[in-house]
Structures are given as structure tokens and as C-alpha cells.
């Protein structure tokens, strides 16, 4: 009788912890829905393209905003619209050219191995420039940051860049505050990423300074993406000789 007992006990307990493992995992489900309903216009978010990209630096970032095509527009923008050549060789699609682009809200601009050919490129520089002028927020993505610095507009702003890049990186601009041991970097209107892949985590800490962290929490579970919030997280920079 009280081997019974104690295996009906056991039973139930086994029962009851099951069930509140399946509770839990309901509870944890990721909601098909935002955390956040949408208000106001969408924003125009331009990402810039030159032969020579890096891959994630473009598709890293956007693939974040991408989840949120109820407020975000994204748009391909380069020399000319149609096709541009990524360092890797997988090309993307240009929609619009410098000339005829719309305004913009939000304006990324990419490494790779071309930022070293078109930081010599005036007719280049003198377009990232306007448009990094007149956009509200301007985010660089790892060797990125050595072009908007070549243009002056980050003098005495604080930026960080690819490790493995550092020393091309900040020749580009001697009079911007460089910022060594850091994943990402905020200062005003500007955000820059070291390479390649914390552009990335940059782009959630955008969307959470735009519309939450619970949208940026939320954007990351649908990627099934691991954020990194902690934005001096950067052992990379230690790993090159920057200090920790």
C-alpha cells in the first residue's frame, strides 16, 4: 500500500513538472507579433554600396531592421543603381544612384576591401558626405567609419572601427576621438561598429534607441540571433593590441 502511495506520488510530481515545462515554453514562444504597435511615416533607411563591400557589414544590419518592414523602408543606394560587386563575389542590387536618392532617415555605410579605393575617390567622398550631411542618423559599419572620417564630418566625434583595420582606419581622420576597446560607439547623430560582425549588434542598439529594447530583444529572438548589448564588450581590440 505504501509502494503504491509513493509511486502514485512520483507519478503525479513527474506530471506535474511536465506540464510546467510545457507551460514554460509556451510562456517563452516568440511572439509572431512587436512588442510595439507602428506610429507615424515609415523611415527610409539607405544602406551604401561600392565594388568591394563586405557581405555582413551590408546584410548583418539589415537583416535586423529587416523585421521591421512595418516601420522601415530599406533602400540599396551606390555610385549608380544596378549591380555592385562585394569584396566576397556575390553582388547586391543598387535601387537608387547618389544622384537621385530620396531623403533619408537612416544611413549606413559599410566596410570591406573597396573602402580602401574609394576613400580616394573624390566624387565618392563628396556624395557619402552630402548624404551623411543631411540624414539624421548616420551608423558606419567596421572600415565604414574611415570613409565618413576621411570626409571631416566625425572631427571630434567619438568612433571606433575594424581591429585587425585600426591603424588604415583612424589614418583616415587624425582629429576624430577613436575609441579603441569598444564593440560600438554612440555620439550624437553618429554610431560606429568594429568588424565585421558587431555591426550587427550595433543595429539591434539602433532599433533599441529607436523604438525599445523589447522591439531590439524581439528582433534578435526572431533571428534567432544571440545579441551582444554590452557595447565595450570588444576582445578584439586586445587580441590586436589596443589595449583592454
Not at 544596378?82 to 544611413?107: C, N, R, T, W
Not at 576621411?150 to 567619438?158: A, E, M, N, P, S
Not at 588604415?168 to 560606429?192: F, L, N
Request: glycine share 10%; net charge neutral.
Amino acid at each position: 500500500m505504501t509502494v503504491d502511495a509513493s509511486r502514485r506520488d512520483l507519478l503525479i510530481a513527474a506530471a506535474t513538472l511536465t506540464t510546467m515545462s510545457l507551460s514554460g515554453e509556451a510562456a517563452a514562444q516568440v511572439s509572431i507579433q512587436p512588442p510595439v504597435a507602428p506610429s507615424g511615416p515609415k523611415k527610409k533607411l539607405g544602406m551604401l554600396l561600392f565594388d568591394g563591400f563586405e557581405l555582413l557589414d551590408v546584410f548583418g544590419p539589415l537583416e535586423m531592421f529587416g523585421m521591421l518592414k512595418d516601420r522601415v523602408e530599406i533602400l540599396m543606394i551606390a555610385d549608380k543603381a544596378g549591380p555592385v560587386k562585394s569584396g566576397a563575389g556575390p553582388q547586391a542590387m543598387a535601387d537608387y544612384g547618389f544622384a537621385d536618392a530620396p531623403k533619408l532617415d537612416i544611413v549606413m555605410i559599410p566596410g570591406g576591401i573597396g573602402t580602401r579605393r574609394e576613400v580616394n575617390n573624390p566624387a565618392f567622398m563628396e556624395s557619402i558626405k552630402a548624404i551623411a550631411q543631411a540624414t539624421p542618423q548616420v551608423a558606419t559599419i567596421c572600415t565604414g567609419s574611415g570613409l565618413l572620417a576621411k570626409t571631416g564630418l566625425i572631427d571630434g566625434v567619438k568612433a571606433t572601427s575594424n581591429k585587425m583595420a585600426w591603424k588604415w582606419a583612424t589614418a583616415q581622420g587624425a582629429k576624430v576621438a577613436w575609441v579603441p576597446h569598444a564593440r560600438w560607439v554612440e555620439d550624437g547623430k553618429y554610431i560606429s561598429s568594429s568588424g565585421i560582425s558587431p555591426g550587427t549588434d550595433m543595429a539591434l542598439g539602433l532599433i533599441a534607441k529607436l523604438y525599445g529594447k523589447d522591439m531590439a530583444h524581439w528582433v534578435a529572438h526572431r533571428a534567432e540571433y544571440r545579441w551582444n548589448e554590452d557595447a565595450t564588450d570588444d576582445p578584439f581590440a586586445t587580441m590586436n593590441g589596443l589595449g583592454g
